[in-house]
């Protein structure tokens, strides 16, 4: 059984930073892909970010790139969201995922696990 459990998590003013981390359970952490979604209050869930089983190979949404950058650290079993320059649109509950496979995954289906999700709150 796989379990991720994000944290960071919080209140900021826009224009601020945060970093969120997941943790994950499971001997596959190094061998999958991972990713980072949100869903804002009354939206549907959105991609935010992916990374690669390696880290070699990043992506990001649109809304978020040159902001935010995803990371990784196999020997920790833990992924990361640097989030900057956050804005009152980035709110919303971020979950951190696992992807089925090793490549970067984009998709809600291309991941079997979840976290709980944390909570981002900016503040304008």
């Known amino acids: 059984q796989v379990q991720l459990v994000e944290s960071g998590g919080g209140l900021v003013q826009a224009g601020g930073s945060l970093r969120l981390s997941c943790a994950a359970s499971?001997?596959?952490?190094?061998?999958?892909?991972m990713g980072w979604f949100r869903q804002a209050p009354g939206k549907e869930r959105e991609f935010v970010a992916t990374i690669s089983w390696g880290g070699g190979s990043t992506d990001y949404a649109d809304a978020v790139k040159g902001r935010f950058t995803i990371s990784r650290d196999n020997a920790k079993n833990t992924v990361y969201l640097q989030m900057n320059s956050l804005k009152p649109e980035d709110t919303a509950v971020y979950y951190c995922a696992r992807g089925r496979g090793y490549s970067a995954a984009y998709s809600g289906w291309e991941h079997d696990y979840w976290g709980q999700g944390t909570q981002v709150t900016v503040s304008s």
């Open positions: 499971g001997r596959t952490f190094s061998s999958t892909a």
